[in-house]
T-cell receptor, first 117, second 112 residues
Framework: AQKVTQAQTEISVVEKEDVTLDCVYE???????LFWYKQPPSGELVFLIR??????QNEISGRYSWNFQKSTSSFNFTITASQVVDSAVYFC??????????????FGKGITLSVRP | ETGVTQTPRHLVMGMTNKKSLKCEQH?????MYWYKQSAKKPLELMFV???????ENNSVPSRFSPECPNSSHLFLHLHTLQPEDSALYLC???????????FGNGTRLTVT
């Protein structure tokens, strides 16, 4: 069985602070994908990143960076110099590489991030 | 129009009503999904359709009845719901193998 744990439920920071959102996962698969999605107040989940288990290189995209540590089964997400527009619920998700033609994701419960001006 | 569109955005219904949620995707994707998002719980996958064929039913009660007439449209027919069915219902679509999901804005359903 797969499981995604986002232990932090709510985080509040002041604008321009850096913030790290934690994600720990469990899977028996040797090959899998990890995702982060953002859900702003409008409701739709917005795809941020997909990483496969082959590639442990950290990734940076603008103010966003991701730290994948296979040894600790973690895939943490850092926002540098946070902005009010970053306020949203952030979900970490996991899928097996061999789920067939569809992406059947296991989601965490989400972390509500509030960035205050 | 692009992306995944869901209607209505909000729906209030009584337990004896029958209503339908609609989802349309303009991304040329082959797979469509219904997810349920309840407060304080992870998103729950309900149904998956691939090329109009249902490939996943995640033990969803029969009071939820999906319909996928083509790869661009997905419906969720609702009847005799319970108050605990109140939630945000999200539609999503995806393209090739293990590709990211594209979500709609969701329908906020309240069952009274």
């Amino acid at each position: 069985a797969q499981k995604v744990t986002q232990a932090q439920t709510e985080i509040s920071v002041v604008e321009k602070e850096d913030v790290t959102l934690d994600c720990v996962y469990e899977t028996r698969d040797t090959t899998y994908y990890l995702f982060w999605y953002k859900q702003p107040p409008s409701g739709e989940l917005v795809f941020l990143i997909r990483r496969n288990s082959f590639d442990e290189q950290n990734e940076i995209s603008g103010r966003y960076s991701w730290n994948f540590q296979k040894s600790t089964s973690s895939f943490n997400f850092t926002i540098t110099a946070s902005q009010v527009v970053d306020s949203a619920v952030y979900f970490c998700a996991l899928s097996s590489y061999f789920t067939g033609a569809n992406s059947k994701l296991t989601f965490g419960k989400g972390i509500t991030l509030s960035v205050r001006p | 129009e692009t992306g995944v569109t869901q209607t209505p955005r909000h729906l209030v219904m009584g337990m004896t009503n029958k209503k339908s949620l609609k989802c349309e995707q303009h991304l040329g994707h082959n797979a469509m999904y219904w997810y349920k998002q309840s407060a304080k719980k992870p998103l729950e996958l309900m149904f998956v359709y691939n090329f109009k064929e249902q490939t996943e039913n995640n033990s969803v009660p029969s009071r939820f009845s999906p319909e996928c007439p083509n790869s661009s449209h997905l419906f969720l027919h609702l009847h005799t719901l319970q108050p605990e069915d109140s939630a945000l219902y999200l539609c999503a679509s995806s393209g090739e193998f293990n590709s990211p999901l594209h979500f709609g804005n969701g329908t906020r359903l309240t069952v009274t």
